[in-house]
T-cell receptor, first 114, second 117 residues
Framework: GENVEQHPSTLSVQEGDSAVIKCTYS??????FPWYKQELGKRPQLIID?????GEKKDQRIAVTLNKTAKHFSLHITETQPEDSAVYFC?????????????FGTGTKLQVIP | GAVVSQHPSRVICKSGTSVKIECRSL??????MFWYRQFPKKSLMLMAT?????????EQGVEKDKFLINHASLTLSTLTVTSAHPEDSSFYIC?????????????FGSGTRLTVV
């Protein structure tokens, strides 16, 4: 089955600096890669996603890159703010339509220091 | 956007009793829902995939008879923890995919904090 590894497990940055979280996956058939942000005690929220036919996607301060050859993808947060502090999960998914089996990474706890 | 409602948000039960958790897609039809378990400071672990009108597909190591899943309609899936024990205490969360033929991503329920005493 799919195996998703995520690094680092914890990350502390100063407010205004950039944060990068990296994930690797094992199944070359995976075609959808979402990133989730989970604040303490709350549900995971989708923040950005990328499909296998795209190499990079950006949404304001958040960007995701995908290298299919190397089977790794990364989340980039620029100009970090204290409210960015949360646990971030990457995921890899394959399938089509409404059925896709998703495998989550182990999570990265991001702390933005004011 | 797609909304998934999950309840109860918190439940405390005695050992040996059963607890039912409901997951509803409010504004879309979800032929497939997923049930996860999350331990403190840990990632989401997929327990089973719930398919409307058919038996759920369980991940390796998840007891089918202990975690009963019923996907009775296109908008409702239930997870019943039977004969609960303290080690079943955890955060359970469901998710569903919207979009029909084009996958738009997952929406999570708000989760259920189960405490077995």
């Amino acid at each position: 089955g799919e195996n998703v590894e995520q690094h680092p497990s914890t990350l502390s940055v100063q407010e205004g600096d950039s944060a990068v979280i990296k994930c690797t996956y094992s199944d070359s058939a995976s075609n959808y890669f979402p990133w989730y942000k989970q604040e303490l005690g709350k549900r995971p929220q989708l923040i950005i996603d990328i499909r296998s036919n795209v190499g990079e996607k950006k949404d304001q301060r958040i960007a995701v890159t995908l290298n299919k050859t190397a089977k790794h993808f990364s989340l980039h947060i620029t100009e970090t703010q204290p409210e960015d502090s949360a646990v971030y999960f990457c995921a890899a998914s394959k399938g089509s339509g409404g059925y896709q089996k998703v495998t989550f990474g182990t999570g990265t706890k991001l702390q933005v220091i004011p | 956007g797609a909304v998934v409602s999950q309840h109860p948000s918190r439940v405390i039960c005695k050992s040996g009793t059963s607890v039912k958790i409901e997951c509803r897609s409010l504004d879309f039809q979800a032929t497939t829902m997923f049930w996860y378990r999350q331990f403190p400071k840990k990632s989401l672990m997929l327990m089973a995939t719930s398919n409307e009108g058919s038996k759920a597909t369980y991940e390796q190591g998840v007891e089918k008879d202990k975690f009963l899943i019923n996907h009775a309609s296109l908008t409702l899936s239930t997870l019943t923890v039977t004969s609960a024990h303290p080690e079943d205490s955890s955060f359970y969360i469901c998710s569903a995919a919207a979009g029909g033929g084009l996958f738009y991503g997952y929406t999570f329920g708000s989760g259920t904090r189960l405490t077995v005493v």
